[in-house]
């Protein structure tokens, strides 16, 4: 049975949620020791309470005259800081077999290692796949076609002083390089937690790839956001923001797959819908765009006033009724073709017209 919840400020849980192995061994606050050994039991942390009650054990501030308690609380102690301290040495020795290429290092959230979870950097990501390459009959057309609004859009910003862009280029990440973790190895250091310990973790994760996607760190984002998943994979939300992500480094089908994911999750997610409506008006399959306009209409049920949503709807319709103009003069054309061969056959085959004679 869970014990009663310990009664917390907003300061203090702030403050408990975010709390490290160096932190701990620094509290000397008897009162504060006993709220946040209380806190971690009610809220399903055995190893990091075992952490707390060492330490009032190692101040003789615990009052437990039962040696069975006293050893088994050791062990427990001893047994997590072993870890700790075998996974510190194995980063560390990584960090010396990496000392001939240096990489820029800067501390993401500051303080100590956090005791409830492994802190995650970036592992390697898949590598960004080349766009699919059109039918040469599909590119005639293009050229021959009459430009459009987003075709007049490009051509406007390349007059605006953005000639060396490419507007279809990848947005440019900022991610550290070389600062790659082994996934297994955190998720191994993860094996033996609680499921309201992983559920802590997926949540941190979350936030962390959020907070590089702000800073545009979209590779160390998305590896932030697989770990999540790796932890908990039904969360739509972290599927729909990895999509983002993707979005980011034009990785379309990437992108589309995660926002499937994400409606699986959770049918009806608006985020996942428009996003998949504009996937798919990137991907250049065909059919795509019908299927990114149905996408969008089913969203704008959800959210009818969302300026962006709109903005992609009235887009999609444009180029699902252009691609639908142009089959139909396409066939006409086909069409008037065929009748002008008719004509001549059955010219040919008449006979020709006597000429009347002419009497003298």
């Keep these: 049975m869970r014990a009663n919840r310990v009664k917390l400020t907003d300061e203090e849980r702030r403050k408990f949620d975010d709390i490290s192995l160096d932190e701990i061994n620094s509290m000397h606050d008897v009162p504060q020791l006993q709220k946040l050994m209380q806190y971690m039991d009610a809220e399903g942390f055995p190893q990091t309470a075992s952490v707390v009650r060492g330490r009032m054990s190692s101040l003789g501030m615990l009052r437990d005259n039962d040696p069975e308690v006293r050893a088994k609380t050791s062990l427990e ?14 980063l560390k020795q990584d960090e010396q077999s990496k000392a001939e290429e240096p990489t820029l290092v800067r501390p993401r959230n500051g303080g100590g290692v956090p005791i409830r979870s492994v802190p995650t950097t970036t592992f390697n990501s898949a590598p960004v796949p080349r766009k699919k390459k059109k039918s040469d009959e599909d590119e005639e057309e293009q050229d021959m076609r009459m430009p459009t609004s987003d075709d007049i859009a490009k051509a406007q910003r390349m007059m605006n002083g953005g000639l060396l862009e490419d507007p279809d280029a990848p947005e440019e990440d900022m991610s550290l390089p070389g600062a790659s973790v082994d996934v297994e190895r955190t998720l191994k250091a993860m094996r033996g937690a609680s499921p309201q310990e992983k559920k802590w973790m997926a949540m941190k994760e979350k936030e962390k790839g959020n907070e590089l996607f702000k800073a545009r760190e979209y590779r160390s984002a998305i590896d932030a956001y697989t770990l999540s998943l790796m932890l908990d994979p039904a969360s739509a939300p972290v599927h729909a923001n990895r999509a983002a992500a993707y979005m980011k480094l034009k990785r379309w089908e990437d992108a589309e797959t995660d926002c499937t994911a994400a409606l699986k999750c959770e049918p009806g997610y608006f985020k996942a819908l428009m996003r998949r409506g504009a996937v798919r008006l990137e991907t250049g399959v065909e059919g795509a765009e019908a299927a990114a306009l149905e996408d969008l209409r089913a969203a704008e049920k959800i ?24 089959k139909s003069m396409k066939r006409m054309t086909i069409t008037e073709e065929d ?22």
């Excluded at 102690?77 to 194995?90: C, G, P, R, S």
């Excluded at 887009?315 to 691609?323: L, T």
């Excluded at 001549?344 to 020709?352: G, L, N, T």
Aim: charged share 45%; net charge negative; hydrophobic share 30%.
């Design 339 to 360: 009748g002008d061969d008719d004509d001549d056959a059955i010219a040919a085959d008449e006979p020709p017209t006597p000429s009347k004679k002419t009497t003298g």
């Design 303 to 326: 959210e009818p006033d969302n300026k962006e949503l709109l903005r992609l709807k009235a887009k999609a319709e444009r180029i699902v009724d252009d691609k639908r103009e142009r």
């Design 77 to 90: 102690v001893n047994a997590f800081v072993d870890d700790l301290t075998t996974w510190t040495d194995e």
